[in-house]
C-alpha cells in the first residue's frame, strides 16, 4: 500500500482534512440499486416493465416524463426511476395509456378538415373510430389518419356524418316504422324550438331518405306522397336564407299532427 508523503518535513498531521478515494474497481458511490432520496434517506429504485407497449408510446412517456422534471432511464423496455416518483410516473403513464397512440410519423397519413363539424359529432366520430380500432390523430379540427386506413375512413366519417341515411328499401320494398319515428321527433322538437340547429340538420337529413323511400307499410302510394310534400315543404324553409320562425313553427306543426297516428 502506498505512503502519504510529507513534503513539509512535518510529522504533525493534526488539522489536515485528507481524504482517501477507493481503491481502483472498488465503487465510489451508492449502491447503483439505490438512489439517495431528499434528506439523505436510500430510496428504492422503481421499475416498470413497458414489454407491451409500442415504441411510439413509450416515447410518449419519456417527453412527458422530461416535461415533468421527472429523473429516469431505460433498460431495454423498462422503465426505471426512483421509487419516491412512483405516483408522479403512474400519473405519466395513465395519462399515456388512456391517450390513443399518437400516429407513427414515418407512414403515410391523410388529412380531413372537420371544421365544419360540432363538437357532438366530433366526440362521436372519434369514438367511432375508437371502436373500429383505426388509428387517428387530431390537430385541432384536422383528422389524420393512416393512407391504408383511409377508405375505412372515409365509411365511418360518411356514416357518423348522417346518421339518419337508412337503407332505401328493406326486404318487402318498404320503409320501416324507424324512419317515421324520427320525423315525429323531429318536426316536435322544431315545433318548439325552430333555431334548433342540430335537429335542423336531422330533418334534412331524413327528407333525403324519404325522398328515396318506397311507402311504409299501412299508406298508399298518394297519403305517402302527401307527408312527404309536408316533409318537403319545412325542409324548404329551413334551407331559406332568412329563417321564418311562425313559418316553421306551423310546418313543423302540421307535419308532426300528420304523423301522429303513425307512431
Given amino acids: ?5 510529507d513534503p513539509q518535513g512535518q510529522d504533525d498531521d493534526d488539522g489536515l482534512d485528507i481524504t482517501i478515494s ?12 439505490e438512489a439517495a432520496a431528499p434528506g439523505g434517506d436510500v430510496d428504492t429504485e422503481l421499475v416498470v416493465e413497458l414489454d407491451t407497449w409500442s415504441d411510439i408510446e413509450r416515447d410518449a412517456v419519456t417527453d412527458r ?18 421509487e419516491s416518483d412512483r405516483q408522479a ?8 395509456d388512456g391517450e390513443a397512440a399518437p400516429l407513427d410519423p414515418e407512414l403515410d397519413q391523410v388529412a380531413y378538415d372537420m371544421s365544419e363539424w360540432d363538437d357532438g359529432q366530433l366526440v362521436a366520430l372519434d369514438e367511432a373510430l375508437d371502436e373500429a380500432g383505426i388509428a387517428h390523430g387530431w390537430d385541432d379540427e384536422e383528422l389524420f389518419v393512416y393512407a391504408s386506413d383511409e377508405q375505412a375512413a ?4 360518411d356514416k357518423v356524418g348522417h346518421p339518419h341515411e337508412l337503407p332505401a328499401e328493406d326486404d318487402d320494398g ?15 322538437r322544431l315545433a318548439r ?6 335537429t335542423t340538420v336531422t330533418l334534412l337529413d331524413l327528407t333525403r331518405v324519404a325522398e328515396k323511400s318506397e311507402p311504409p307499410y299501412g299508406f298508399t302510394a298518394r297519403d305517402w306522397d302527401h307527408l312527404r310534400e309536408r316533409v318537403d315543404g319545412l325542409a324548404d324553409l329551413l334551407r331559406a336564407d332568412t329563417l321564418d320562425l311562425d313559418a316553421v313553427l306551423a310546418a313543423a306543426g302540421d307535419l308532426r299532427t300528420s304523423l301522429r297516428p303513425y307512431v
Fill in 174 to 188: 318498404e320503409v320501416g316504422g324507424e324512419l317515421l319515428g324520427e320525423l315525429f321527433v323531429a318536426a316536435d
Fill in 65 to 82: 416524463l422530461r416535461e415533468a422534471g421527472i429523473p429516469h432511464w431505460w433498460v431495454d423496455t423498462s422503465l426505471h426511476a426512483a
Fill in 193 to 198: 324550438d325552430p333555431e334548433d340547429h342540430e
Fill in 89 to 96: 410516473v403512474d400519473d405519466v403513464l395513465d395519462a399515456v
Fill in 1 to 5: 500500500m502506498g505512503q502519504l508523503s
Fill in 154 to 157: 372515409d365509411e365511418l366519417i
Fill in 22 to 33: 477507493g481503491l481502483p474497481g472498488e465503487p465510489t458511490g451508492p449502491d447503483p440499486d
